[in-house]
């Protein structure tokens, strides 16, 4: 019966070693022929940048350069539940 379980199990891993072989080689001729496929030249450069953009990273370094973001204080704050618990009741040591 063990060499049974054994022989399964190690069946089921030599299955699993063919799978994932088979995927990877899917993959990698997926990305073989992504590969050669022509690349499509950017619509916008920096160079094309419009006002509205200009604006937008203008105020993004504005905001990050100024420290607009949440201000935590530090303080770590430990509340103390006063009610009984359910366990407590049925355990004498606490």
Known sequence: MAGMSVGVVFTIL???????TFFSWVAKANTAKAIAAPVAA??????????????AVAMAVY????????EESGV???????HSLWHEELNDRL
């Open 14 to 20: 030599i299955l699993l070693v063919i799978v994932l």
């Open 42 to 55: 950017p619509t916008k450069s920096a160079a094309k940048a419009s006002d509205a953009d200009e604006a």
């Open 63 to 70: 905001l990050y350069l100024n420290g607009r973001h949440d």
């Open 76 to 82: 770590l704050t430990i509340q103390v539940n006063d």
